[in-house]
């Protein structure tokens, strides 16, 4: 072979493996955005590597793939490999961030986030700082952060979720009214956004609204155990009366619940409160609160209210109160008049007046 047919081979090799990196690409992306076929996907670009091993690119879009498959450790390792090779890809520390903040590591996913905009990253990288900034407390922050990603973005229905649980962790009912109605209009059978909606409702005092939400949101997905139960358990914050009837219908529902479900222990010690279990009670709430739920204050709430049952009322307030501070819906103090004994009445008083 001459020097001029090798040369031209050599050409051809690498035109042929340029092209089928390119299509590669766009194989996997549609693996991911819209099949969903996440270990497809991350196999896929594994073989792709292959070919181009200095490829930072390939590794981002791997990362990409385990971030579908929940495999966050794997996701962080080749954004690392990412950033060895090019460390001013903004996509390496928005894919870091979002693996970061999958482990619940939130302070390294908000350093991560940081980077990603400084080098002029997408609203997503606005989007995960929010994400961090909200699970670490700083609601307003993260409202800022949100309306920057959805500015950015605002086709993108999660972000509408998070921004609006920003907006009712600060008591701004009426803005997260306004999120969940959009998401309804954007997807009419968005039964979280009703359940949601419904709650926020209730917060404003606006009983029939709620509840009409809550019952919708229960009647389009009946299969939602949750849901039905926390439909049941707001009307006893509403309508505080316990009776055989009702305690065996939420017992129906609690048995239902699977414990992979995050409110398993929240129903099952609100359950054990009823029966006037008040320790078991107590320790189901407190796996509850040990999860660590973003709404934990309920948990905190219904912890008061076990305590307050049986007559620990220091304990009581200081769970409740840390509960109002968390951002509790004021509608849930109704449920005060659970606590029917008379030795009760003055710690009830003392809610009543707030």
């Known amino acids: 072979m001459n020097i001029t047919s090798f040369i031209n081979t050599i050409v051809y090799i690498l035109c042929s493996v340029s092209i089928l990196i390119f299509m590669g690409q766009g194989i996997g ?8 076929k996440y270990q497809w996907a991350a196999s896929y670009y594994t073989l792709l590597l292959k070919m181009a091993p200095a490829s930072s690119t390939m590794y981002i879009n791997r990362s990409w793939a385990w971030l579908g498959a929940r495999k966050f450790e794997l996701a962080i390792k080749d954004c690392n ?16 961030s979002a693996a970061l903040l999958g482990l619940k590591r939130y302070h390294e996913a908000l350093q ?20 961090a900034l909200m699970h670490l407390g700083e609601f307003e922050r993260a409202l800022l952060d949100f309306d920057r990603a959805i500015k950015q973005r605002p086709n993108l229905l999660d972000q509408y979720y998070v921004r609006a649980a920003c907006s009712t962790k600060l008591k701004y009912y009426q803005a997260a009214i306004e999120d969940y109605t959009r998401l309804i209009k954007f997807d009419p059978r968005a039964w979280n956004a009703y359940h ?13 609204q709620g509840l009409a939400d809550l019952v919708a949101c229960c009647q389009g997905d009946p299969k ?28 129906h529902l609690a048995l239902l619940v699977s414990e992979k479900v995050p ?17 078991a009670a107590l320790n189901k709430f407190e796996l509850y609160i040990d999860q660590g739920q973003f709404f934990s204050e309920s948990g905190y ?23 109002l501070q968390q951002g509790l819906p004021p509608f849930f103090l109704n449920a005060l008049a659970l606590l029917n004994n008379e030795k009760h009445t003055a710690f009830i008083a003392q809610y009543r007046l707030k």
């Open 224 to 251: 939602n155990i949750d849901h039905l139960l926390v439909l049941e358990w707001y009307q006893f914050c509403i309508d505080p009366q316990v009776t055989a009837e009702r305690i065996e219908y939420f017992e």
């Open 29 to 36: 992306y549609c693996l991911i955005r819209y099949l969903k």
């Open 81 to 96: 490999q990412a950033l060895a090779l090019n460390g001013n890809m903004s996509m390496s520390y928005v894919n870091r």
């Open 263 to 279: 409110g398993f222990h929240l129903h099952a010690g609100i359950l054990y409160l009823l029966q006037g279990q008040y320790e």
């Open 196 to 208: 949601n909606r419904g709650i926020a409702y209730l917060s404003l005092n606006n009983i029939e």
């Open 301 to 323: 709430f219904w912890s008061g209210m076990a305590c307050a049952a049986s007559g620990r009322y220091p304990e009581a307030h200081r769970m409740i109160d840390h509960a």
């Open 112 to 131: 991560d986030a940081n980077y990603a905009i400084l080098l002029k990253g997408k609203g997503v990288a606005y989007y995960n700082r929010g994400m």
